[in-house]
């Protein structure tokens, strides 16, 4: 629950009220406590922490989430002109968080540079469980929402299963990880 005496800086992320379907809100909430949920209980020191969510009094979703001052991986690398042994190293930490999430049921599928943040310090911060989906059985399903409102994700980051829209498995996250080695 939520405890007004701690103060902390925190990042929200809502959606845009021209992108929100009134018809679909309740059926986002659905899903979004869900992955919230999973999302949540991941504490993994590589891993963005995800506080709180909701709906504001217009209808549309939020995120509130540990506020991070860092930069993208890729912008992070090159503005340090970073070896390639020093980029496969933050890659390694993003690999381990993934592993992580994947030992929690969690597949993250969207990952991407924007998504992975990476301090001053060098401290990997992997983001956005916004569309993470749960396992079950070995693979997660598209919802109702996501066959109605289309599937989200990335296209240059997406596996060839979630653009046809087939179940998707841990192999989603292995492929978007690969992408990502490939344009650091």
């Known amino acids: 629950g939520f405890d007004p005496h701690i103060e902390r800086t925190v990042a929200i992320k809502t959606v845009r ?15 979004f406590k869900n992955e919230a949920r999973a999302a949540g209980r991941l504490q993994h ?3 963005g922490r995800l506080f709180d969510g909701g709906m504001t ?24 002109a970073l070896s390639s042994d020093a980029r496969i190293d933050l890659l390694i930490a993003v690999c381990d968080a993934v592993e992580y999430a994947h030992g929690h049921l969690v597949i993250h ?4 540079s924007s998504n992975i943040l990476v ?7 992997l983001l956005d469980f916004g569309i993470a989906k749960l396992l079950t059985d070995g693979q997660a ?8 409102g289309g599937r989200a994700l990335t296209p240059e980051f997406a596996a ?4 046809t829209g087939a179940p998707v498995t841990t192999a989603a996250d292995v ?6 080695l490939y344009g650091l």
């Not at 399903?141 to 109605?148: H, S």
């Not at 060839?160 to 653009?163: L, M």
């Not at 492929?175 to 990502?180: E, H, K, N, S």
């Open 119 to 125: 301090s001053d310090d060098g401290q990997v911060h």
């Open 141 to 148: 399903r598209e919802t109702e929402l996501t066959r109605l």
């Open 45 to 47: 020191p590589n891993i």
């Open 109 to 112: 599928r969207d990952l991407k």
């Open 57 to 80: 009094p217009d209808g549309r979703p939020y995120f509130v989430m540990e506020y991070l001052d860092a930069k993208p991986v890729t912008e992070y690398c090159d503005e340090r």
């Open 175 to 180: 492929y978007a990880l690969g992408v990502l």
């Open 160 to 163: 060839p299963e979630q653009i």
């Open 17 to 31: 009220k021209d992108l929100v379907d009134p018809d679909l809100a309740v059926q986002f909430m659905g899903r």
